[in-house]
């Protein structure tokens, strides 16, 4: 009978094993820390302080302008996806509201018909009554801006360039009156006319219309209208909404002073008030918007010259004299050139 044969007579053991492992890992820790070592000791070199060069002053102007331009981006992306949703929901409204308007009209139309001749004098009346107080109602803001103002007075009505853009974006307001020209706060009235109506609206519940004053803030104050609307039941039965909600009218700018400003020729020197207000906007990103009246057309053209040099965008809006600047929801937009 043949003896076994021992098949593990040559091989390495299982202690061996593990003794070169441990010896490698041992090796790799003295590595570590030899490295660690003259990591800790080698020298530092100090960074010098350079001084920035003109194209690192223009790569960083460009970096704030480029990071402006993303805001922007993301802004009228935002505003694109509400306008949106507010044109799908303003849709099916609009649809429903001119079914109803026609439905309105016929029956109008109907009723007026069948009216004897007395009656339908009446009618008559009434629409004219109903026009006469809108009249009423505006040539008190002409008598309210004279009396404030002490001179004659000049309203806003936009007669825009005919080679013009419309301006959607950013802009900086002025008055250029008695050939004196000066920045108008509009974005910051407009902000506190937010907030006061805000802590106001609750008179549109005991009144259909309320008017009130902000300001003044910069040599005006800005006079607002809001009125409230009621929503049919019918609107309320089609859209799910109903109850009630506050809408602006107008808005006037009241000047404080007749002499607000400083006159074009100094405004166009360097230090002025004119030139620090430019300042504060980027040419290309900002349209210069000028209310501009009969007396200062010639100071206008001037100042639009220097504008233009700079590299602004600039608005003209012309102004019949008898009215303060105001404004409406169904109000044009400037025209830049």
């Known amino acids: 009978m043949p003896r076994p044969t021992r098949q593990d007579a040559d091989a390495p053991s299982h202690d061996s094993f593990l003794d070169i492992v441990a010896n490698m890992v041992g090796i790799l820790i003295i590595l570590v820390m030899v490295v660690g070592i003259r990591a800790k000791n080698a020298p530092v070199l100090a960074s010098l302080p350079r ?10 102007q460009q970096k704030v302008i480029e990071e402006s331009t993303r805001e922007d981006v993301f802004k009228a992306a935002n505003e ?3 306008l949106q949703n507010v044109a799908i929901l303003q849709g099916g409204q609009r649809d429903a509201l001119a079914t109803m ?20 004098e009446t009618f008559d009346l009434r629409q004219r009554v109903s026009e006469s107080k809108l009249k009423l109602e505006q040539l008190r803001d002409q008598r309210l801006w004279a009396e404030t103002t002490r001179s004659e007075a000049t309203v806003v009505e936009s007669y825009p360039t005919p080679l013009s853009r419309t301006v959607d974006g950013r802009q900086a ?9 000066v920045p108008i706060p509009l974005d910051e009235l407009v902000d506190r006319f937010k ?3 805000q802590r106001q609206k609750y008179r549109l519940l005991e009144s259909p ?13 800005l006079r607002y209208t809001m009125v409230r609307q009621d929503i049919s039941p019918e609107t309320a039965m089609i859209t799910g909404r109903g109850g009630s909600y506050a809408e602006l009218r107008r808005w006037t700018l009241i000047p404080v002073s007749g002499q607000l400003g400083e006159p074009a020729e100094t405004a166009l020197a360097e230090g002025s008030e004119f030139r620090r207000s430019l300042s504060k906007r980027l040419p290309g990103r900002n349209t210069i918007t000028i209310w501009t009246y009969p007396d200062s057309f010639a100071e206008f053209r001037q100042i639009k010259k220097d504008l233009y040099s700079m590299g602004y965008s600039v608005a003209a809006r012309p102004l019949p004299h008898g009215v303060p600047i105001s404004g409406s929801p169904e109000g044009s937009k400037s025209a830049a050139e």
């Open 51 to 60: 001084r920035a060069g003109p194209a690192e002053l223009e790569l960083e």
């Open 80 to 82: 694109i996806r509400r």
């Open 101 to 120: 308007l026609a439905a309105a009209e016929h029956q109008l139309q109907s009723g007026r018909q069948q009216m004897d001749t007395g009656a339908q």
């Open 173 to 181: 307001h002025y008055q250029l009156r008695g050939g004196r020209i």
């Open 195 to 197: 907030e006061n109506a």
């Open 209 to 221: 219309e309320l008017t009130d004053t902000v300001g003044p803030l910069g040599g005006f104050r």
